[in-house]
């Protein structure tokens, strides 16, 4: 086996590849990078048993300037051959594969050899056999991911919450991650509507995909089997795992009504939220609270650190309606949720000082809501 290839191109793939490789793994072979050569480019493998990632470098690609001079395949130790080729001088490099698997890599007046290991011992892919695909745009699965795995659970005793449960039924897809302190619901028509399931996607897979989806993809192919979802685009296949079991019905922790609403701008709401959780995660207790007056027209934020100091700031709205309410809430859970609807206006709609309230942009409050549960402060 042996080729050439530029090498800042070649890293490119390189890292994408690595984001589904762990050192951790029980198998060791997979703490490999695989590499197939073949007369219509390079394949480069990694995966961790749950997310596996490959990545195709066409021979005509002229970017990558790819020279195949003998097909062939190898498995390197993943970690130190991603150091190897960062370090490299020179913005070409060559890669041998000799006898045993002993592996020659040039750059310039710099040269490694490393050993490998047999190509035939990785782990074959998923098997993803359905001929139903949905096509979405780039940009809006990057945004539905990004809206929603804040609130998936980042605790194991509870595997399902770790994950983003997606529905897609009559043309509509929805997206809903909660870890039971909080709960995020994106919905989205889509040109599916044949097309029905019901599946639980990591929201570690999620975060990295959506790390590695840039500009220059317009569109991303989603293909779902029994235990496997596979997204495809540009030349990379993300494969991941589904988690299995039922996802709690979640619609009923939604509140159909409310006794009070006040219109923020979220950025500006965000930025007032910073400023009150300076003290609050100096302290002890990490609680902020919001009280409105009503008949007074009045919003303030304020939150108390008896070993550091207090803090306390009128804010600006553009309405508010109902009863009087104080309530306790997570400033970081407040500061996630605002930073998913970007410089929009949103709706918050409270019921009770200890029960769950919600967020929605002010002019589309079917598609996208966020909900939180207050802190009990007595």
């Known amino acids: 086996m042996k080729f050439t290839v530029n090498r800042l191109e070649f890293i490119k793939s390189l890292t994408d590849v690595q984001r589904a490789i762990s050192t951790k793994t029980t198998i060791p072979i997979l703490t490999g990078l695989?590499?197939?050569?073949?007369?219509?480019?390079?394949?480069?493998?990694?995966?961790?048993?749950?997310?596996?990632?490959?990545?195709?470098?066409?021979a005509e690609d002229d970017k990558a300037q790819l020279q195949v001079e003998e097909p062939g395949q190898v498995v390197l130790t993943a970690r130190i051959f991603s150091e190897i080729i960062k370090k490299l001088p020179e913005d070409v490099l060559t890669l041998e594969v000799t006898e045993n698997?002993?592996?020659?890599?040039?750059?310039?007046?710099?040269?490694?050899?490393?050993?490998?290991?047999?190509?035939?011992?990785?782990?074959?892919?998923?098997?993803?056999?359905?001929?139903?695909?949905?096509?979405?745009?780039?940009?809006?699965?990057?945004?539905?991911?990004?809206?929603?795995?804040?609130?998936?659970?980042?605790?194991?005793?509870?595997?399902?919450?770790t994950g983003?449960?997606?529905?897609?039924?009559n043309g509509q897809l929805s997206a809903v991650a909660t870890d039971s302190h909080r709960l995020s619901q994106r919905k989205i028509a889509i040109a599916a509507d044949n097309v029905s399931y019901d599946i639980i996607i990591p929201g570690k897979s999620l975060s990295e995909l959506s790390k590695m989806i840039g500009e220059d993809a317009a569109q991303v192919e989603v293909r779902i089997s029994e235990n496997q979802v596979l997204f495809k685009f540009n030349n990379t296949t993300f494969y991941s795992r589904l988690l299995e079991g039922n996802y709690p019905d979640t619609d009923r922790l939604i509140p159909k009504d409310s006794d009070t609403e006040i219109d923020f701008n979220a950025s500006e709401f965000l930025a007032s939220i910073?400023?009150?959780?300076?003290?609050?995660?100096?302290?002890?207790?990490?609680?902020?609270?919001?009280?409105?007056?009503?008949?007074?027209?009045?919003?303030?934020?304020?939150?108390?650190s008896p070993e550091i100091g207090n803090v306390e700031e009128e804010l600006k709205?553009?309405?508010l309606s109902g009863n009087d309410i104080e309530i306790s809430f997570n400033p970081?859970?407040?500061k996630d949720a605002l930073r998913s609807f970007g410089q929009s206006t949103i709706t918050i709609s409270f019921n009770a000082p200890l029960r769950p309230f919600t967020l929605v942009p002010s002019e589309d409050q079917e598609h996208f809501i966020q909900l939180i549960t207050p802190v009990r402060t007595y």
């Open 317 to 319: 709205f553009q309405r």
């Open 101 to 161: 698997y002993q592996t020659e890599i040039l750059s310039g007046n710099a040269s490694f050899s490393i050993k490998g290991l047999n190509a035939e011992n990785y782990p074959h892919l998923p098997e993803i056999t359905t001929e139903d695909t949905l096509n979405l745009e780039s940009d809006v699965l990057k945004q539905i991911i990004g809206q929603t795995v804040i609130a998936v659970s980042t605790q194991e005793s509870r595997p399902i919450l």
């Open 274 to 304: 910073e400023r009150a959780s300076l003290l609050s995660h100096a302290g002890q207790n990490n609680v902020v609270k919001l009280a409105l007056d009503t008949e007074n027209q009045k919003a303030i934020i304020y939150s108390n």
């Open 164 to 169: 983003v449960h997606l529905t897609i039924k």
């Open 34 to 58: 695989k590499l197939k050569l073949e007369a219509k480019g390079l394949t480069l493998t990694g995966s961790d048993a749950d997310i596996s990632i490959e990545t195709f470098i066409p």
């Open 332 to 334: 970081d859970y407040m």
